[in-house]
T-cell receptor, first 113, second 115 residues
């Protein structure tokens, strides 16, 4: 079974802090994704990566950056957390060929106070 | 631009009923379509994936169909149970795109199955 893990289930940070959210997958997938999910807005893609050190902006990249130094790990960075970044953050991975079936982690509920 | 719509946004049914969830997409040029389930406060779980060349896929009490030409997919749940209560999302992978695997998601249908 594919496993996607996220470093924290719940996180509380203060405004202005630098926040790191980490995601690890164990299926040697090429593609990895970071989404945020808010009530009424659905899933929105923040950034994705299709290979080590390769990344592309999604629909809402402002205020975020990412890092992919190893194939299995994809980090989301909030350079200076703000209250409007309080959200559920979901990481996903998929293979880069054939089905591209996407698998999700359990999510991180981030609260910025 | 591809858009994915799921109607209704919420659905409540009595236990034991067979039900259909709908997903429509505006551009028929898709590579595949994936159905997910999400429990409150959790991540998404992949239920079924239908390739563009397929008409349906089945897993247990779930059956997903795809009609690419009309831009529609349905998820059929047989003999619903309270444990089926969750939000169901569909997502399409556009064809002709790169191998990045980006998906376009619908907003989801929240299902409640009453005992």
């Amino acid at each position: 079974d594919v496993k996607v893990t996220q470093s924290s289930r719940y996180l509380v940070k203060r405004t202005g802090e630098k926040v790191f959210l980490e995601c690890v997958q164990d299926m040697d997938h090429e593609n990895m994704f970071w989404y945020r999910q808010d009530p009424g807005l659905g899933l929105r893609l923040i950034y994705f990566s299709y290979d080590v050190k390769m990344k592309e902006k999604g629909d809402i990249p402002e205020g975020y950056s990412v890092s992919r130094e190893k194939k299995e790990r994809f980090s989301l960075i909030l350079e200076s957390a703000s209250t409007n970044q309080t959200s559920m953050y979901l990481c996903a991975s998929s293979s880069g060929w054939r089905t591209y079936e996407q698998y999700f982690g359990p999510g991180t509920r981030l609260t910025v106070t | 631009k591809q858009e994915v719509t799921q109607i209704p946004a919420a659905l409540s049914v009595p236990e034991g009923e067979n039900l259909v969830l709908n997903c429509s997409f505006t551009d028929s040029a898709i590579y595949n379509l994936q159905w997910f389930r999400q429990d409150p406060g959790k991540g998404l779980t992949s239920l079924l994936l239908i390739q563009s060349s397929q008409r349906e896929q089945t897993s247990g009490r779930l059956n997903a169909s795809l009609d690419k030409s009309s831009g529609r997919s349905t998820l059929y749940i047989a003999a619903s149970q309270p444990g089926d209560s969750a939000t169901y999302l569909c997502a399409v992978k556009p064809s002709g795109s790169s191998n990045t695997g980006k998906l376009i998601f619908g907003q989801g249908t929240t299902l409640q199955v009453k005992p």
